[in-house]
């Protein structure tokens, strides 16, 4: 891939003037008809949750509580009474999962932004 000044060079070459146009840079202001049409969609102040995981674990019906990790496809089970007489029951089930995948980690790389499991909470 030629670099800028080579491209205007050839540009220059064929008799032809480059426009270089700039996108924003990361530190310049938005124009705030972008911000607006933010705040104008659905849910855009609503933090999306997936399936539970902000649930409590006294909220949650279902008996067995599973979470799958989306690093290692590891997947790790616990009955609700356990997890609620190991952790309580106002533990939520987004804790409670990364817990239970931490526990038993097995991709260790010792750098902190990529050590642990991903999670993926499943109710079952």
């Not at 902000?54 to 599973?66: A, F, G, K």
């Amino acid at each position: 891939m030629p670099t800028p000044k080579q491209m205007e060079k050839m540009a220059a070459a064929a008799g032809k003037t480059v426009a270089t146009k700039t996108g924003l840079a990361p530190d310049l202001n938005l124009p705030p008809e972008y911000w607006q049409a933010l705040f104008d969609e659905p849910g855009a102040l609503t933090k999306p949750s997936s399936a539970g995981e902000t649930l409590r674990l006294s909220q949650i019906s279902r008996h067995v509580l599973r979470v799958t990790c989306r690093r290692c496809s590891r997947i790790v089970e616990i009955q609700k009474a356990d997890a609620v007489r190991l952790y309580g029951a106002h533990a939520t089930f987004r804790n409670v999962s990364q817990r239970l995948l931490d526990n038993t980690c097995s991709q260790r790389t010792g750098r902190h932004e990529e050590d642990g499991c991903w999670p993926s909470y499943e109710l079952t």
